[in-house]
């Protein structure tokens, strides 16, 4: 059974950096997309970036670009986001999905993790 | 860029069927047929339902559908259940190599 979780998580004050990971499981993690998605508590889904199974192509939410970077190593299973000069507005529930496709810009995201959580916070 | 337009809240009694709008531009919805649907439960992570408009992934019922029509995406619950109530997300490419997301539906089910 294919499963992705998510780690990495926790509080951390505003202009610092983090960087999460997923370890995914259960599927050949070289064939396939991979996208974070992020949800403030209480509010909708926001696409933050995805990335191609040879990270060829990455695609970033506009307002992220150059603050977040989008990352994956297929030797090791493992997607990661490194989120720099992280900003109170950055404070979500940070969910790693997979595509069904081995290019990220379909955005058919059929298997997700349960979250971590990041709070920016002084 | 915008978010997709979605209505705030959908409601019906079982049994009935209901549909959810999902609007967007002729940049995206309009432009291409990458669009799918998601189900959020409380406390859950998200489920893809429907994808390229009309599919659906296996293990999801055929209670559900996908079309679209110009610029606007329609996902389609028949004979609804209690089970049916949750968050509802559409996503479409948003044709600059990124993607967007609805601002989501509520469904009630009286």
């Known amino acids: 059974e294919a499963q992705l979780v998510e780690s990495g998580g926790g509080l951390v004050q505003p202009g610092k950096s983090l960087r999460l990971s997923c370890a995914a499981s259960?599927?050949?993690?070289?064939?396939?997309?991979m996208h974070w998605v992020r949800q403030v508590p209480g509010k909708g889904l926001e696409w933050v970036a995805g990335?191609?199974?040879?990270?060829?192509?990455?695609g970033y939410e506009d307002s992220l670009r150059g603050r977040f970077t989008i990352s994956r190593d297929n030797t090791k299973n493992a997607l990661y986001l490194q989120m720099n000069n992280l900003r109170l507005e950055d404070t979500a529930l940070y969910y790693c999905?997979?595509?069904?496709?081995?290019?990220?810009?379909?955005?058919?995201?059929?298997?997700w993790g349960q979250g971590t959580l990041v709070t920016v916070s002084s | 860029q915008s978010a997709l337009t979605q209505p705030a809240s959908v409601s019906g009694s079982p049994g009935q069927s209901i549909t959810i709008s999902c609007t967007g531009a002729?940049?995206?919805?309009?432009?291409?047929?990458?669009v799918s649907w998601y189900q959020q439960r409380p406390g859950k992570a998200p489920r893809l339902m429907i994808y390229?408009?009309?599919e659906r992934p296996s293990g999801v019922s055929n209670r559900f559908s996908g079309s679209k029509s110009g610029s606007t995406a329609s996902l389609t619950i028949s004979g609804l259940q209690a089970e049916d109530e949750a968050d509802y997300y559409c996503?479409?490419?948003?044709?600059?190599?990124?993607?967007?997301f609805g601002g989501g539906t509520k469904l009630t089910v009286l």
């Open positions: 999905a997979k595509d069904k496709y081995s290019s990220y810009d379909r955005g058919f995201m059929d298997v």
């Open positions: 259960g599927f050949t993690f070289d064939d396939y997309a």
């Open positions: 990335i191609s199974w040879n990270s060829g192509m990455k």
């Open positions: 002729n940049t995206d919805v309009g432009t291409f047929n990458l």
């Open positions: 390229d408009a009309t």
């Open positions: 996503c479409s490419y948003g044709g600059r190599f990124n993607l967007v």
